[in-house]
T-cell receptor
Framework: DTAVSQTPKYLVTQMGNDKSIKCEQNLGHDTMYWYKQDSKKFLKIMFSYNNKELIINETVPNRFSPKSPDKAHLNLHINSLELGDSAVYFC????????????FGDGTRLSIL | GESVGLHLPTLSVQEGDNSIINCAYSNSASDYFIWYKQESGKGPQFIIDIRSNMDKRQGQRVTVLLNKTVKHLSLQIAATQPGDSAVYFCAESNFGNEKLTFGTGTRLTIIP
């Protein structure tokens, strides 16, 4: 059973479109995250939610909007996609907030044409 | 600002030898450190973590060493195997920050 699952795995779309990426974890964790990994493999936190409450909101364009309907799900909606949004987006979860291991999904590769 | 860096971007090691991957950090307030392994097309996979009240921690074939004096972290992999080929990331955080800051990664290649 996949612990942290993201859909879709690949997303190819045109500039200006709006798209969503879904994430679900079956680990019973309270905290979930979105990361962006660029072409040089650099991983950077975007958002974090704890029990559906936003706790980390990095300097991310407001075209990116996370939504957590319940603590097992954290979705990412992106409006007006731009070329620079091309990257791999990873969802992760941890048992609770604070210093502990985060468990990652296998990523969604977003390519903007 | 805080940063986490790696000394070497690539490392090639003979199969069966030990590998050592190094990481430097700059934030003296960092109190939690973690290593991840990322294989091609996959997400980062947790390997081992260590808190600042320790200087060494061992897992299965892996050891993490923490030197707070020089702000240095290393991951030792014993008897490396072809399956160890991947990109390895160190990351750090502190309790007040609540976020992991990742280093740039080291690509480990195992030579048969």
């Amino acid at each position: 059973d996949t612990a942290v699952s993201q859909t879709p795995k690949y997303l190819v779309t045109q500039m200006g479109n709006d798209k969503s990426i879904k994430c679900e974890q079956n680990l019973g964790h309270d905290t979930m995250y979105w990361y962006k990994q660029d072409s040089k493999k650099f991983l950077k936190i975007m958002f974090s939610y704890n029990n559906k409450e936003l706790i980390i909101n990095e300097t991310v364009p407001n075209r990116f909007s996370p939504k957590s309907p319940d603590k097992a799900h954290l979705n990412l909606h992106i409006n007006s996609l731009e070329l620079g949004d091309s990257a791999v987006y990873f969802c992760a979860s941890s048992l609770d907030r604070g210093n502990q291991p985060q468990h990652f999904g296998d990523g969604t590769r977003l390519s903007i044409l | 600002g805080e940063s986490v860096g790696l000394h070497l971007p690539t490392l090639s090691v003979q199969e069966g030898d030990n590998s050592i991957i190094n990481c430097a950090y700059s934030n003296s307030a960092s109190d939690y450190f973690i290593w991840y392994k990322q294989e091609s097309g996959k997400g980062p996979q947790f390997i081992i973590d260590i808190r600042s009240n320790m200087d060494k921690r061992q897992g299965q074939r892996v050891t993490v060493l923490l030197n707070k004096t020089v702000k240095h972290l290393s991951l030792q992999i014993a008897a490396t195997q072809p399956g160890d080929s991947a990109v390895y990331f160190c990351a750090e955080s502190n309790f007040g920050n609540e976020k992991l800051t990742f280093g740039t990664g080291t690509r480990l290649t195992i030579i048969p």
